[in-house]
T-cell receptor
Framework: RKEVEQDPGPFNVPEGATVAFNCTYS??????FFWYRQDCRKEPKLLMS???SGNEDGRFTAQLNRASQYISLLIRDSKLSDSATYLC?????????????FGSGTQLTVLP | GAGVSQSPSNKVTEKGKDVELRCDPI?????LYWYRQSLGQGLEFLIY????????KSGLPSDRFSAERTGGSVSTLTIQRTQQEDSAVYLC??????????FGNGTRLTVT
């Protein structure tokens, strides 16, 4: 089982739709969590951190469920510019210095 | 401020040649990571430097790959006797410890 798993998609949604992605992680020692977005042929960029109590940034809401070991990203009122691959990233403390594990990404296409 | 800088942005080389890829991290960032990403794939961890600690080289795919970080700043990833399967985008990222990663634009390596 992969340490971080994401549904690869693709998710094709119309403009204005609400879309949600989930990401599961296997290591219960995971300490912090992030969502990155990656545009085609570009580098990943931090979208938002995920806090235990859940957090919102404009149209984006991130949630963490430690008991079930998953995080989610909700995008409301999706825009064409939201089309990208969304990467789930999990950071665990201690053990190997290799702390950050990336999911393979979920591809989103917002259609006009 | 200045972000992570990588050079060259593109590199085409013949099979069997050696290549060097350079990464200038954000000033003051103690952690530096190398990843590679093949077309349509997720990020594959290669190596991680944290301050003066011994680097975590567990992701290097073969002994043809090596990396160093001089003076806790600039890093060089060297691939010896390149093979066609080494073709990928090589991404460097830096961070303060436990904080999100900031990626460079990557070096697109093509081995012919």
């Amino acid at each position: 089982r992969k340490e971080v798993e994401q549904d690869p998609g693709p998710f094709n949604v119309p403009e204005g739709a609400t879309v949600a992605f989930n990401c599961t992680y296997s290591n219960s020692a995971s300490q912090s969590f992030f969502w990155y977005r990656q545009d085609c042929r570009k580098e990943p960029k931090l979208l938002m951190s995920v806090y235990s109590s859940g957090n919102e940034d404009g149209r984006f809401t991130a949630q963490l469920n430690r008991a079930s070991q998953y995080i989610s990203l909700l995008i409301r009122d999706s825009k064409l510019s939201d089309s990208a691959t969304y990467l789930c990233v999990v950071n665990r403390r201690g053990g190997s210095a290799r702390q950050l594990t990336f999911g393979s990404g979920t591809q989103l296409t917002v259609l006009p | 401020g200045a972000g992570v800088s990588q050079s060259p942005s593109n590199k085409v080389t013949e099979k069997g040649k050696d290549v060097e890829l350079r990464c200038d991290p954000i000033s003051g960032h103690t952690a530096l990571y190398w990843y590679r990403q093949s077309l349509g794939q997720g990020l594959e961890f290669l190596i991680y430097f944290q301050g003066n600690s011994a680097p975590d080289k567990s992701g290097l795919p073969s002994d043809r790959f090596s990396a160093e970080r001089t003076g806790g700043s600039v890093s060089t990833l060297t691939i010896q006797r390149t093979q066609q399967e080494d073709s990928a985008v090589y991404l460097c990222a830096s961070s303060l410890q436990q904080s999100p990663l900031h990626f460079g634009n990557g070096t697109r390596l093509t081995v012919t």
